[in-house]
């Protein structure tokens, strides 16, 4: 690498390490700066470009009726570090795509260590950086530093809104009983690595479902600092205690519904369940699927021992909660994810206000292309707003809908695609009707965007392929 890199990258979270990749491989010369281990966080636990701190699934993998499965197709299309490492550390997970979390964050690391256009120095960034550092991208994720946090509000004179994201916990295998628990996906589907048996299922009863509730809503749970008391959480990441205190049957009908599954012992679906989900390749850990929460660690151990065939539970890891920020992005960043009060800072990731490791990771991809545009002097054509990447972009850079005023972090979804016709007959000429219609308007607007992607990328300069 040149004694002045092309392009500084702060973080080496899924999102930097995306954009390192990208813009690597289209001939810049890339130096990343990761604060880990020199500090930690709250969140981390290692060292590792790309390490997940909360849930090990990237969610569906169906391009044609999902959303985020669409954008994993678009994402492996262009030459998707991070979709690389996730197909190559795939564990079964029904129709979701999950992976061993040790096994991926290492391959991101290794690949970015081997690459000739890229040097990572292990040290923190604290405040703006220099003037000289012409062309940066800032992914520095929802646990920024401090001093860099701070400088970058006083930049911008705006407040970075900030938000509670929880992490679940994680079960040795072993410690569950099978006499009690067994293995299905619901409806028994299978999808990437998976044989339609992915997850660990226990079953509660109508009582034990109630017992299960209260204890949650009365379980201690973690002391907030007078800051952070009016921190709102963020709806797609509740923590498990927050929804039950919503109703009694709200986590029945959301992450602890039992419908297509069917209890062997009984022959019947149970009155509700808690699935688990493979954590890592070996198959000996396994999460429990939406159970991000606030409890306190002992009583984490304790309500969570209630539940049928976890009454042992051997605990890898315990749940937690970390403050996320993000920034205004619609009112503060342009077109090109560049910072319009200064336009040498680009941002990229869950600090843009998109939410999940995929959108994440998106960003970062564009932003890496974007950065490398720069550092050879071109441009890049914008992506097509029919394409789940550019969905993405509208939405931070100025397409949500209530202006930026009530701007909050996204998930991938069709509803920030330009509307379709919807079709009215399937391939046969047969009239569809009702939940087909849905079905076949997601796949037209799939097909849509995967064919707008590649007239995009076929106007994208070859040097940037």
Same mark, same amino acid.
């Given at each position: 690498?040149?004694?002045?890199?092309?392009?500084?990258?702060?973080?080496?979270?899924?999102?930097?390490?995306?954009?390192?990749?990208?813009?690597?491989?289209?001939?810049?010369?890339?130096? *990343?700066?990761?604060?880990?281990?020199?500090?930690?966080?709250?969140?981390?636990?290692?060292?590792?470009?790309?390490?997940?701190?909360?849930?090990?699934?990237?969610?569906?993998?169906?391009a044609m009726g999902n959303a985020v499965g669409l954008l994993h197709e678009e994402m492996r299309r262009c030459g998707s570090l991070i979709m690389d490492a996730a197909d190559g550390n795939q564990v079964p997970a029904g129709g979701a795509l999950a992976v061993d979390r040790d096994g991926f964050s290492g391959?991101?690391?290794?690949?970015?260590?081997?690459h000739?256009?890229?040097?990572?120095?292990?040290?923190?960034?604290?405040?703006?950086?220099?003037?000289?550092?012409?062309?940066? *991208?800032?992914?520095?994720?929802?646990?920024?530093?401090?001093?860099?946090a701070e400088a970058i509000r006083t930049l911008t004179d705006e407040d970075a809104l900030a938000f509670f994201d929880a992490i679940a916990p994680i079960v040795y295998k072993?410690?569950?009983?099978?006499?009690?628990?067994?293995?299905?996906?619901r409806y028994d589907k299978s999808g990437p690595g998976g044989d339609g048996a992915d997850y *660990?299922?226990?079953?509660?009863?109508?009582?034990?479902?109630?017992?299960?509730?209260?204890?949650?809503?009365?379980?201690?749970?973690?002391?907030?600092?007078e800051w952070e008391k009016s921190t709102p959480y963020f709806e797609g990441c509740l923590p498990i205690e927050v929804m039950a205190?919503?109703?009694?049957?709200?986590?029945?009908?959301g992450p602890m519904k039992p419908v297509g599954l069917t209890d062997p012992r009984t022959g019947a679906r149970p009155f509700a369940v808690v699935q688990l989900r493979q954590d890592n390749a070996l198959g000996t850990l396994y999460n429990m699927v939406g159970f991000q929460t606030k409890l306190k660690y002992g009583a984490q151990s304790e309500i969570f021992r209630m539940i049928p065939g976890l009454g042992a539970a051997n605990f890898a890891r315990l749940g937690g909660i970390h403050r996320n920020t993000f920034l205004n992005s619609p009112a503060l960043l342009d077109e090109t994810l560049r910072l319009k009060a200064r336009p040498a800072l680009r941002f990229a990731g869950q600090i843009?206000?998109?939410?999940?490791?995929?959108?994440?990771?998106?960003?970062?991809?564009?932003?890496?292309?974007?950065?490398?545009?720069?550092a050879r002097n071109a441009s890049i054509e914008a992506l097509p707003a029919t394409t789940a990447l550019g969905a993405l972009i509208g939405h931070i850079t100025g397409g949500h809908v209530s202006g930026a005023k009530t701007f909050q972090p996204m998930n991938v979804n069709f509803g920030l695609f330009p509307d379709i016709e919807t079709p009215c007959t399937d391939e046969m000429g047969r009239?569809?009707?009702?939940?087909?219609?849905?079905?076949?308007?997601?796949?037209?607007?799939?097909?849509?965007?995967?064919?707008?992607?590649?007239?995009w990328r076929g106007l994208v300069p070859a040097a940037a392929e």
């Open positions: 690498m040149a004694d002045r890199p092309d392009i500084h990258i702060i973080g080496a979270g899924l999102a930097g390490s995306e954009a390192a990749w990208q813009a690597a491989e289209a001939g810049a010369s890339v130096l *990343i700066h990761e604060m880990r281990p020199v500090r930690g966080t709250d969140a981390h636990q290692t060292d590792k470009c790309a390490e997940l701190v909360c849930s090990n699934s990237f969610r569906s993998d169906d391959a991101v690391t290794a690949a970015l260590e081997a000739p256009n890229i040097t990572i120095a292990r040290e923190a960034v604290d405040d703006l950086p220099p003037d000289d550092w012409t062309n940066v *991208i800032v992914a520095t994720g929802p646990l920024t530093a401090p001093g860099l072993d410690s569950i009983d099978f006499d009690i628990a067994w293995f299905q996906s *660990i299922n226990c079953p509660l009863d109508e009582a034990g479902y109630a017992a299960f509730i209260k204890a949650l809503i009365d379980g201690e749970k973690t002391e907030f600092k205190a919503r109703g009694p049957d709200t986590l029945r009908f843009t206000g998109v939410e999940g490791y995929l959108e994440s990771a998106a960003i970062g991809l564009i932003a890496g292309r974007f950065a490398a545009a720069d009239r569809l009707k009702g939940k087909e219609k849905g079905r076949a308007r997601k796949a037209a607007m799939a097909r849509r965007a995967l064919g707008d992607l590649e007239s």
